[in-house]
């Protein structure tokens, strides 16, 4: 098992651009989440997918949207890049029932 | 909702010495408290967890403990190695049930062998 796999590793981005960030699981999990890191500040929830095709936020949602696009799938886009929102994005999965998060590698995002 | 404060923000120690991070929180209904490392270029990866019911739990040379009175919580690590070199975080609920996690910012542990 791949476990929870982002793509891409690394992105530039200039102030207005748009991108999406990737992320997969194959651990059969209901729950995902999307987090950002940043220096002394932790990790800090984005959005949460409880099951496909539900999604909620989290503590710090503007500028973002996701799209939980099947069970093992779910998306993170930044619509209008700021520099703000240069970060390290995580993506987590957990199983229904069961409390442990799981994480992908990251993937690390400047915005000039 | 619920706030995660941790201390030390970085803990340097010599290998074979303990180490102790505390966290404390603010809603005295949350009733899960994991604890994650993250080794430099990865994601974060759970090592121990309590609940609200129990005080104390053991894994090998780690423990978390829990005082609901106070509301915080402390990781211990005994004998520590080179490779407990990493960032450890604490969390708690952000709501009733364990769905979503608030984090404390991290504690940069460092072990000089």
Redesign the interface.
């Known amino acids: 098992n791949a476990g929870?796999t982002q793509t891409p590793k690394f992105q530039v981005l200039k102030t207005g651009q748009s991108m999406t960030l990737q992320c997969a699981q194959d651990m059969n999990h209901n729950?995902m989440?999307w987090?950002r890191q940043d220096p002394?500040?932790?990790?800090?929830?984005i959005y949460?997918s409880?099951s496909e095709g539900t999604t909620?936020k989290?503590?710090v949602p503007n500028g973002y949207n996701v799209s939980r696009l099947n069970k093992r799938e779910f998306s993170l886009r930044l619509e209008s890049a700021a520099p703000s929102q240069t970060s390290v994005y995580?993506c987590?999965s957990?199983k229904q029932g069961l409390?442990?998060?799981y994480?992908?590698?990251?993937t690390r995002l400047l915005v000039l | 909702g619920e706030n995660v404060e941790q201390h030390p923000s970085t803990l340097s120690v010599q290998e074979g010495d303990s180490a102790v991070i505390k966290c404390t929180y603010s809603d005295s209904a949350s009733n899960y408290f994991p604890w994650y490392k993250q080794e430099l270029g990865k994601g974060p990866q759970l090592i121990i967890d309590i609940r609200s019911n129990v005080g104390e739990k053991k894994d090998q040379r780690i423990a978390v403990t829990l005082n609901k009175t106070a509301k915080h919580f402390s990781l211990h690590i005994t004998e520590t190695q080179p490779e407990d070199s990493a960032v450890y975080f604490c969390a708690a609920p952000l709501a009733t049930g364990f769905q979503k996690l608030v984090f404390g910012t991290g504690t940069r542990l460092l072990v000089s062998p």
């Open positions: 929870v729950s989440y987090y002394g500040m932790g990790l800090r929830l949460y409880a909620d989290g503590e995580f987590a957990r409390e442990t998060q994480f992908g590698p990251g």
